[in-house]
């Protein structure tokens, strides 16, 4: 959710549909879980002390984390917004404890953090600093004020210049930026990092964040991933860099799903 192999506009493989589509999409080969089933008979005198989230393995399915800690998987699937068939995927993240409220707990983390400032781009402790003369490519993104994703602020992505527009005719299913080795990627939203991994070689490295009113955004082809999986985002937040793992070209591919469906990125970004 190879993208790109001979040329800018050909058009992506139908595995980032999938891997979009079941709100934090699996990667065929990064080990999906089959369907979950029934929980087995539980065993009071077995069960481990549920943890507040557990990290899944592979191996793992649904119904197995749950009867581990003598939990209901339909209640799991439920705090974790996994729609049946219950698939999960390796290095997901995923809640065994319930607050108060799962969403009102989510939107908090991610509200209560400081406003993002026009001129001050926040980045994650330990993230290299962008050279002095990588000034251009690090511009302060330009926030929108799109009433489609109201409480959600938007940048762009990438300051590179747009070599292919979405496009669902020809496939592509997002906009791709080009650019430099190592120029900035940064979060298009506040929000979760549900995958950084490799695991599906042509989409080279690839993140997926997950945000509040049903959005995941895509980040694939990077050379350096700064984020993991689990880490809270803040919109502008520099994620990783820009390369050409899993493609022939130096790019940027972004993707935007509205409750699992591929949307325009350009309806939510702001506009130049």
Do not use: D, H, V
């Given at each position: 959710m190879s993208l790109v192999s001979q040329s800018h506009l050909k058009a992506a493989p139908a595995g980032l549909i999938k891997l979009l589509f079941l709100s934090v999409a699996a990667v065929s080969t990064i080990i999906l879980s089959g369907c979950a089933s029934k929980p087995l008979v539980n065993n009071t005198a077995r069960y481990a002390a549920a943890p507040d989230f557990y990290t899944v393995r592979s191996g793992d399915t649904l119904s197995g984390i749950a009867g581990r800690y003598g939990l209901s998987y339909i209640s799991v699937a439920e705090m974790n917004d996994i729609a049946s068939p219950y698939r999960i995927y390796v290095g997901q993240s995923i809640r065994l404890?319930?607050?108060?409220?799962?969403?009102?707990?989510?939107?908090?983390?991610?509200?209560?953090?400081?406003?993002?400032?026009?001129?001050?781009?926040?980045l994650p402790q330990n993230a290299p600093v962008a050279p002095a003369v990588a000034a251009p490519a690090a511009a302060a993104p330009v926030i929108s004020s799109n009433t489609q994703s109201t409480n959600l602020r938007w940048v762009k992505p990438s300051a590179g210049a747009v070599i292919a527009r979405f496009n669902l005719a020809n496939n592509?299913?997002?906009?791709?930026?080009?650019?430099?080795v190592g120029d900035p990627i940064l979060a298009a939203a506040d929000g979760q990092v549900v995958y950084a991994a490799d695991g599906l070689k042509e989409y080279g490295n690839l993140i997926l964040l997950k945000h509040i009113n049903g959005y995941i955004t895509a980040y694939a082809h990077n050379s350096k991933m700064i984020v993991k999986s689990g880490e809270n985002v803040q919109a502008g937040q520099k994620i990783a860099e820009?390369?050409?793992?899993?493609t022939s070209s130096t790019m940027l591919e972004f993707q935007v799903r509205l409750d699992g469906k591929p949307i325009n990125p350009e309806t939510v970004l702001p506009v130049n």
């Open positions: 404890k319930n607050s108060a409220s799962r969403r009102a707990a989510s939107t908090q983390a991610m509200t209560q953090t400081a406003p993002i400032q026009r001129q001050t781009i926040p592509i299913k997002g906009t791709r930026y080009g650019g430099n820009m390369g050409s793992s899993g």
